[in-house]
């Protein structure tokens, strides 16, 4: 399984990116996907959360009317847009893949695109 985050970069506060990750290896289709973030010397938290069919999203509170999770089965691509950007979104976004096989779940994790917020 092989997840590749990019569009990250640096972008000025109030500014937007869109993350891409494209994943390999599994069954797309049929796999819940994530987006996550790290900021230096804090925990990994969860920003946002999309079902296997795309039909059900979730976002981390302090996330919500900010960003906005969206996934392309046939292209086996999730993206994440993010909007009015701050300083405090500074960190590593990674996606996460999440198979679940007779009630277990088994993730999978991308190494991560660099998102710096600053003036």
């Known amino acids: 399984v092989k997840l590749v985050e990019s569009g990250g970069g640096l972008v000025q506060p109030g500014g937007s990116l869109r993350l891409s990750c494209l994943a390999s290896g599994l069954t797309f289709s049929t796999s819940a996907m994530s987006w996550h973030r790290q900021a230096p010397g804090k925990e990994r938290e969860l920003v946002a959360w999309?079902?296997?069919?795309?039909?059900?999203?979730d976002y981390a509170n302090n996330m919500k009317g900010r960003v906005s999770i969206s996934r392309d089965n046939p292209k086996n691509v999730v993206y994440l847009q993010m909007d009015s950007l701050e300083p405090e979104d500074t960190a590593v976004y990674s996606c996460r893949a999440t198979q679940t096989t007779w009630g277990r779940e088994r993730h999978y994790w991308g190494q991560g695109t660099q998102v710096t917020v600053s003036s």
């Open positions: 999309i079902s296997s069919a795309g039909d059900l999203t």
